[in-house]
């Protein structure tokens, strides 16, 4: 079975850029998250999906990150415009459906804003 | 929002050296994780724990989920070099941040064959 897919898995933009990242769940996960990750610390969550609704995202900065997932199935998260502090790897990973089922993680992409 | 202290932050250790490394919040939960992230890799699940004073094995490695809810631990017995990586707590459940997982900073381990 294929794990969680994410590309890219590196990108470089200069500030105030727009960047894109997109997620393939594993097949049959109802519930997709992304996550946040600063250098020496542990993935903090932006947004949890469950199918096509995003049912936690109070920890999305809106007035610059967008995210959806049309079909319930890929996810793309959007940053516009990129700041310097944006910086980070940024995760996506899926679970079956309930919130206690374990979150399989994807190798993330990791985001430098010069 | 609820914060995890996890100690040490890093370890240098001989191979077949045991590990200890441990988690504190100061609020419960009532589920906590332990996951291991390699370079250039996401985390990946190593064990769960669901009960207050659960102690749970997978392997070499060892958990426990602490009495007060507030803590846990995870030890690795007779260290190998795939041992090294970052090791993360998790907790979830707990009386802020609901189904939302809390992460600790990490314990990045190397071990020296």
């Known amino acids: 079975e294929a794990g969680v897919v994410q590309s890219p898995r590196y990108k470089i933009i200069e500030k105030k850029q727009p960047v894109a990242f997109w997620c393939n769940p594993i097949?049959?996960?109802?519930?997709l998250y992304w996550y946040r990750q600063n250098l020496g610390q542990g993935p903090e969550l932006l947004i949890r999906?469950?199918?096509?609704?995003?049912?936690?995202d109070s920890q999305l900065p809106k007035d610059r990150f967008s995210a959806e997932r049309l079909k319930g199935v890929d996810s793309t998260l959007k940053i516009q415009p990129a700041e310097l502090g944006d910086s980070a790897v940024y995760l996506c990973?899926?679970?079956?459906?309930?919130?206690?089922?374990?979150?399989?993680f994807g190798p993330g992409t990791r985001l430098t804003v010069l | 929002g609820q914060q995890l202290n996890q100690s040490p932050q890093s370890m240098f250790i001989q191979e077949g050296e045991d590990v200890s490394m441990n988690c504190t919040s100061s609020?419960?939960?009532?589920?906590w994780l332990w996951y291991k992230q390699d370079p250039g890799e996401g985390p990946v699940l190593l064990i769960a724990?669901?009960?207050?004073?659960e102690l749970t094995s997978n392997g070499r490695l060892t958990a426990q989920f602490g009495i007060t809810r507030k803590d846990s631990f995870l030890n690795i017995s007779a260290s190998i070099p795939s041992d090294v990586g970052i090791y993360f707590c998790?907790?979830?459940?707990?009386?802020?941040?609901?189904?939302?997982?809390?992460f600790g900073e990490g314990t990045q381990l190397t071990v020296n064959p």
């Open positions: 609020s419960i939960f009532n589920t």
């Open positions: 999906y469950e199918n096509e609704e995003a049912v936690d």
């Open positions: 990973a899926s679970s079956r459906g309930q919130t206690t089922d374990t979150q399989y």
């Open positions: 998790a907790g979830q459940g707990g009386e802020t941040s609901g189904s939302r997982l809390t």
């Open positions: 097949s049959g996960h109802n519930t």
């Open positions: 724990l669901y009960k207050a004073g």
